[in-house]
């Protein structure tokens, strides 16, 4: 299987403190995109990085990718309320010209006010 | 027009019944996708469409039967479900891949909560 896993599987912090969220994969990828997801609704793109990238930044998110430990995190600083979701790392492989994306378990994200 | 949009956003079906699930995008993608979610679980890829040709298929049963009439639409025909196939469905949409080109983010419409009773 290429799915992947995240942990933890659910974090729960005050406003204003950072959250990290980690995934691992387990084979060879083209990229790795981060999701977010509100009250089991539609998935909305964060960032993507690419294989050959090492981090990328995006307003308040910071991702890393280690391909060599074929592991990915997610920081994002300053939490705030409307942070409160679940969140999935999904890495894509290139078949036959297609993306297929395969999400890992996700981690549901609790911020406190 | 940066949205997906899926109807009906809800479907309650029973087992002898078909019913078509509906999608539809104006970004110009070429790409679209069928993923169905159970709760508390991610997102499972279930069928990849690229310029309008069936590209992936991930051992999808027959009862679930995709059609994309055209670059912007993409149904999905339900026959004869059984009630363990109750979940949200989703559909997303992006660029096709180009090597040595970007982005290939996926854009998700708000899924059909699908309830086979």
């Known amino acids: 299987s290429q799915q992947g896993e995240e942990d933890p599987q659910a974090l729960s912090i005050q406003e204003g403190e950072n959250a990290t969220m980690n995934c691992s994969y387990k084979t060879s990828i083209n990229n790795l995109q981060w999701y977010r997801q509100n009250s089991g609704r539609g998935l909305v793109h964060l960032i993507l990085i690419r294989s050959n990238e090492r981090e990328k930044h995006s307003g308040r998110l910071r991702v890393t990718l280690d391909t060599s430990k074929k592991s990915s995190s997610l920081l994002i600083t300053a939490s705030r309320a409307a942070d409160t979701a679940s969140y999935f790392c999904?890495?894509?492989?290139?078949?036959?010209?297609?993306?297929?994306?395969?999400f890992g378990q996700g981690t549901r994200l609790t911020i406190n006010p | 027009d940066t949205e997906v949009t899926q109807t009906p956003k809800h479907l309650v079906m029973g087992m002898t019944n078909k019913k078509s699930l509906k999608c539809e995008q104006h970004?110009?993608?070429?790409?679209m996708y069928w993923y169905k979610q159970k709760a508390k679980k991610p997102p499972e890829l279930m069928f990849v469409y690229s310029y309008e040709k069936l590209s992936i298929n991930e051992s999808v049963p027959s009862r679930f039967s995709p059609e994309c009439p055209n670059s912007s639409l993409l149904n999905l025909h339900l026959h004869a479900l059984q009630p363990e196939d109750s979940a949200l469905y989703l559909c997303a949409s992006s660029q096709v891949f180009v090597r040595g080109l970007g982005n290939t983010e996926a854009f998700f419409g708000q899924g059909t909560r699908l309830t086979v009773v």
């Open positions: 999904a890495t894509g492989y290139i078949i036959q010209g297609a993306q297929k994306l395969v």
């Open positions: 970004m110009g993608h070429r790409a």
